[in-house]
């Protein structure tokens, strides 16, 4: 069952691979469906090679009921997100190096680029250091993330949230460039301070967004 939603995050797990977004087998992609069922990657497998077959189908209790392999170890954590987060059709979780290295510095991702804001909603939480496999990093991303639609854990990687899948790969696409660029630009600064968007800038690339696309 669920087939093209299975190909889709085939796709974009590849995608999120391709571009250096997690390395080797780390990270995970799922979406909710309507009734529940929430589809996601198996534990510790390439993308490169995945096929539809390995894809999982877990209920809304979290029980495997398509699927031979095992889930990602971090199911419980994204049960938790789709538990508490009604608007939740999709989530993606990296181990993107620029982002999390932002995460060491301060207790947020500044709104420093448009880009950013367009898609993630604005400046990106910083939620304290949760580890892999474990329920807390879902507690930690429904306490920090607010409206945004992304959250780094402090020393971990980045937890995405959409309506749709796209819309949680552009969160994690442009927050890993508004990365390097607030990186760049704060080692540039001789004293580190460096010039963010102003309230009213945030608004209108959040606003602005709403429209871009054939949608
Ligand atoms: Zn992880």
Redesign the pocket.
């Known amino acids: 069952m669920y087939e093209n939603e299975k190909l889709e995050i085939i796709a974009v797990a590849q995608e999120i691979k391709r571009i250096g977004l997690v390395q080797l087998t780390?990270?995970n992609v799922s979406v909710r469906m309507k009734n529940g069922d929430i589809v996601v990657t198996p534990s510790g497998m390439p993308y490169e090679t995945m096929t539809p077959d390995q894809v999982l189908v877990l209920n809304k209790e979290g029980e495997v009921i398509e699927g031979t392999l095992r889930p990602s170890v971090?199911a419980i954590a994204l049960k938790y997100i789709y538990d508490h987060c009604p608007d939740v059709s999709a989530i993606i979780?990296t181990?993107q190096p620029y982002a999390t290295a932002a995460g060491l510095v301060g207790d947020e991702m500044p709104a420093c680029c448009t880009t950013l804001c367009n898609v993630c909603l604005g400046s990106v939480p910083v939620a304290p250091y949760s580890a892999?496999a474990s329920e807390d990093m879902g507690i930690q991303t429904v306490e920090y993330i607010g409206d945004k639609r992304a959250v780094i854990l402090k020393h971990?990687?980045v937890i995405a949230v959409g309506p749709t899948l796209h819309d949680a790969e552009c969160s994690v696409v442009y927050l890993e460039d508004a990365a390097k660029c607030y990186l760049a630009a704060k080692a540039a600064s001789p004293t580190g301070e460096i010039a963010l968007m102003t309230p009213s800038q945030v608004e209108e690339a959040v606003n602005t967004h709403k429209t871009y696309g054939q949608n």
């Open positions: 780390g990270g971090d979780h181990h892999a971990h990687g």
